[in-house]
């Protein structure tokens, strides 16, 4: 089976330094995604990693430990527009169609002044 | 530069009725997909197609049908839309082969009510 867990909610402070976890199994592994999504509106793409370590994308970076099946999501410099819920997904090439996601709940991170 | 579009935003519906939902991608991809989101359920995978004419069930296909008469058209029909259907659909394509680095492209949902 397919499992990825990841917090249900977070809060943090305008200006900090937030981390959202998510760990998975699944049969195979080809790649994990990260998602933002805004109330209401649809999953927009941040980051993807397929090998160990960090990805650097402005305020937001990635890591991907394939041996402990982990990931985080990095926000710095947090701002109020950041107030979204963050999604992990996993691409499992042993799933029907190969390029089938499987989504984590989703995190919510509230941003506080 | 819109490239996948979900027909309708809003869509309030009565039971029994026979309701569309209609997503059209524009990025000539094989894979498309239909998920509903509910809070503290995540996204669930009702139905999927990786080529013209050919569809598999997700997690919860119970009450749904879908439709790929063309390459770039992935529609859901809820036959007798129920108050428990009342929910975000999203859709969503992206292509065959394994070197896609961007994930899913989704189209911005459809808010369905069923009253």
């Known amino acids: 089976g397919q499992n990825i867990d990841q917090p249900t909610e977070m809060t943090a402070t305008e200006g900090a330094i937030v981390q959202i976890n998510c760990t998975y199994q699944t049969s195979g592994f080809n790649g994990l995604f990260w998602y933002q999504q805004h109330a209401g509106e649809a999953p927009t793409f941040l980051s993807y990693n397929v090998l160990d370590g960090l990805e650097e994308k402005g305020r937001f970076s990635s890591f991907l430990s394939r041996s402990k099946g982990y990931s985080y999501l990095l926000l710095k410099e947090l701002q109020m527009k950041d107030s979204a819920s963050y999604l992990c997904?996993?691409?499992?090439?042993?799933?029907?169609?190969?390029?089938?996601?499987?989504f984590g709940g989703g995190t919510r991170l509230m941003v506080k002044p | 530069d819109v490239k996948v579009t979900q027909s309708s935003r809003y869509l309030v519906k009565r039971t029994g009725e026979k309701v569309f939902l209609e997503c059209v991608q524009d990025?000539?991809?094989?894979?498309m997909f239909w998920y509903r989101q509910d809070p503290g359920l995540g996204l669930r995978l009702i139905y999927f197609?990786?080529?013209?004419?050919?569809?598999e069930k997700g997690d919860i296909p119970e009450g749904y049908s879908v439709s790929r008469e063309k390459k770039e058209r992935f529609s859901l029909i809820l036959e007798s839309a129920s108050t428990n259907q009342t929910s975000m659909y999203l859709c969503a394509s992206i292509p065959s082969g394994l070197v896609v680095n961007y994930g899913y492209t989704f189209g911005s949902g459809t808010r369905l009510t069923v009253v």
């Open positions: 990025m000539d991809h094989e894979n």
């Open positions: 997904a996993v691409r499992d090439p042993n799933n029907n169609a190969g390029n089938m996601l499987t």
């Open positions: 197609s990786y080529d013209v004419k050919m569809k």
